[in-house]
């Protein structure tokens, strides 16, 4: 059986071939190919966009690369078409896997070949994201904090709304055009359904990046008391400034209360072409981490190796995903996994990975107040810390478990094929 994947991330091997970083994100779909390589009548083939000049085809440990050259993901490219042609055609593989629907050069696949086996993952459901993607700032805040590198961009956050909404519209189309989804939760269930009531839908929980496996585990006594992480604080939607509403609340009770962000620092100003390059909704957190007098609360870690991530999970607290949208974020999983105490926003397909009072903390996104005394909660209860600690490492050893997510993976893709005995 001959796999495609079609993904947003260029994979590690045709990276270093390239001579390009290697990216931070994307380390499950690594994990899973790995796995899936090991099979001996399985073959698996990568193909994704790259910025270059011609189609590139590279044969690594098992797998086949396809970089189809184009100057971006982000809007449709009609000239990719006749490269997905001769891909399908050199390759002619029983199922196309689709990760993802956020980017569009596997819908020029789709449309260039639309009489393919496509299965379509879903992660998130840009469609539904955009109703939240103001994450409770108003007009009048999202006004005052344009900033010049909105400007010349064209990117304040009202545009980052409209461009969820535009590519939410071929989504649709993504999940129009395949027969087949899988998803992990009710929320991906319900509105895959809601936009195409035809669609086979697969029920497959995801893989874990492999650190994560087999690293040690969160000790209570090895950790940086009152320290919270965050795995991004990108823009609105992570909810960042709700946590740090939230951290006032609790500065007075709790003086050296730390979060710590995984990522950029979005609200460096250190030179001036720092301060140039600063967001509207960094500008805004630099407002409020100013108006709360919090400078010495938060800190930003910078990109991370996934080795590096997992330091942080471990000598953080707690963790929280604050997310105003989320359908089952892998960052929850990794934390769980870990042992790390989780409190997650009641949201999307949270509640499919987090069960109150279990293996997590829940609580309703606008409220802080809540969020505040959750977090107090498991400051001040280290039976309650490691109890979410020793029920999350268990849920997420057997959601997250290898074998069984490769295993149902390979019945879908069977499935799909016509391969099933």
């Given at each position: 059986m001959k796999i495609l994947w079609i993904t947003n991330t260029i994979f590690p091997a045709p990276s270093e071939k390239l001579g390009i970083p290697i990216p931070v994100y994307g380390g499950w779909m690594y994990g899973l190919a790995g796995q899936l390589t090991a099979i001996p009548d399985l073959k698996l083939a990568v193909a994704t966009v790259y910025p270059g000049s011609d189609l590139k085809i590279y044969d690594i440990d098992n797998v086949r690369y396809y970089l189809l050259h184009g100057k971006t993901t982000k809007k449709y490219q009609k000239n990719l078409e006749p490269l997905w042609q001769k891909v399908i055609g050199e390759y002619k593989p029983d199922v196309v896997h689709i990760h993802g629907t956020e980017y569009l050069h596997g819908l020029a696949c789709m449309r260039a070949c639309p009489n393919l086996k496509y299965l379509v993952s879903i992660q998130g459901l840009m469609s539904v994201i955009a109703r939240y993607y103001y994450a409770e700032l108003t007009t009048l805040e999202i006004m005052r904090n344009i900033t010049f590198r909105d400007i010349v961009r064209c990117d304040t956050i009202f545009h980052?709304?409209?461009?969820?909404?535009?590519?939410?519209?071929?989504?649709?189309?993504?999940?129009?055009?395949?027969?087949?989804?899988?998803?992990?939760?009710?929320?991906?269930?319900?509105?895959?359904?809601?936009?195409?009531?035809?669609?086979?839908?697969?029920?497959?929980?995801?893989?874990?990046?492999?650190?994560?496996?087999?690293?040690?585990?969160?000790?209570?006594?090895?950790?940086?008391?009152?320290?919270?992480?965050?795995?991004?604080?990108?823009?609105?939607?992570?909810?960042?400034?709700?946590?740090?509403?939230?951290?006032?609340?609790?500065k007075k009770d709790y003086a050296d209360i730390k979060v710590r962000v995984a990522g950029p620092n979005i609200i460096c100003k250190s030179t001036f072409i720092d301060k140039i390059k600063v967001s509207g909704y960094g500008s805004y957190i630099n407002k409020l981490i100013k108006s709360l007098n919090l400078a010495g609360q938060v800190e930003f870690t910078g990109s991370l190796s996934e080795e590096e991530m997992i330091n942080e999970y471990l000598k953080a607290n707690l963790f929280i995903c604050p997310s105003s949208i989320e359908n089952s974020p892998n960052s929850i999983g990794e934390a769980q996994i870990l042992g790390v105490p989780t409190i997650a926003s009641f949201v999307g397909g949270v509640a499919d990975m987090v069960e109150h009072g279990k293996t997590g903390l829940l609580y309703r996104f606008e409220e802080i107040e809540m969020l505040a005394e959750q977090i107090r909660s498991i400051f001040n209860s280290r039976q309650l810390a490691q109890e979410l600690s020793r029920q999350g490492i268990i849920t997420a050893e057997q959601r997250h478990n290898q074998t069984t997510n490769r295993d149902q993976m390979i019945q879908i893709y069977s499935l799909i094929a016509g391969k099933n005995s």
């Open positions: 980052g709304k409209r461009h969820f909404i535009r590519r939410g519209s071929f989504e649709k189309e993504y999940i129009f055009r395949s027969q087949h989804v899988t998803g992990r939760t009710g929320w991906d269930y319900a509105h895959t359904k809601a936009i195409n009531p035809a669609v086979k839908y697969h029920f497959c929980n995801e893989t874990l990046r492999n650190g994560f496996y087999s690293s040690l585990k969160w000790d209570p006594n090895t950790i940086s008391n009152h320290t919270i992480f965050l795995s991004t604080a990108s823009y609105p939607i992570k909810g960042f400034h709700q946590v740090l509403q939230t951290i006032a609340l609790l």
